[in-house]
């Protein structure tokens, strides 16, 4: 005779199982495919016979190629240098949000904005915004006097991924704001009146009281924007189509290029497969950092 609990787990199984059947045929049977794809010579237009077994090679042809290599490289400083930005400004327009003041209101709002725009319209904005003709990137710094005449931001390679990475930044550091100022309105303001009375400078308030306690949202917004800046793709395929001379080739535009370009299914699907688990191996490492950093704020709030 079961019990009243296990036959509530046995209920709650039943009406799981067609989801979990929809999300088995959506994702592993896709993933695994992949995965097998990745040891065969496969092509997108073939001759109709069989793929061959390739075994490793795609993989070990991958890990020496100098252009995966330099795409890998420029991915990890596009996703490094793009998320620290994005959690600093992030951090710090939401503290400046939840300050009391008027039209504060009207300043969420066009805060959320950018991160509300499609992609492809933001990278459309911002390619016109980085024309060398008429863009008003070119025209707010010749009027400043920083520039001394017209430039092509995203036709030279020392500039182009630099200027996506602004696109990219202006874009997505909403997200963080939106996070940490939610925690932000969390926080009893009894806490800061305590602090105040005890002496505590800002500095020592912002450790003490606000730093833990969004530690955890922002941990959440640094995670997710890693992830999606790692396997970024359409606002580079927008604005620069991986050059000038692949200056913004990342990785997901490498693998685009050789399943889609060269129709080289096989080993596309190889580079996936390894861009998959850098991400993974990224992110690991990432939450890692965060937690140990939460525990030394745990410790010195208690």
Known sequence: MLSLRQREQRQAWVLLAPMLLVMLLLTAWPLLRTIWLSFTDAA????????????????????????????????????????????????????????????????????????????IVNAMMWRLNFNPDYGSINALLTQLGIIDGYRSWLGSPDSALNAVMLADIWKNYPLVTLLVLAALQSIPEDLYEAARLDGASAWRRFRAITFPAIVGPLSVALVLRTIDAFKIFDIIYVMTRGGPVDSTKTLSFYVYQESFSYLRAGSGAAYAILMTLLCAVLIIIYMSLLRRQRRRGSAYEG
């Open 44 to 119: 997108l237009i073939g001759s109709g016979e069989a793929p061959g077994w390739v075994g490793l090679d795609n993989y070990l042809f991958a890990l020496t190629d100098a252009d995966f290599q330099s795409s890998l490289w420029r991915t990890l400083y596009f996703t490094v240098v793009s998320v620290a930005i994005e959690g600093v400004i992030g951090v710090l327009v939401a503290l400046l949000l939840n300050q009391k003041f008027i039209g504060r209101n009207f300043l969420r709002v066009l805060v959320i904005l950018p991160w509300a725009l499609p992609t």
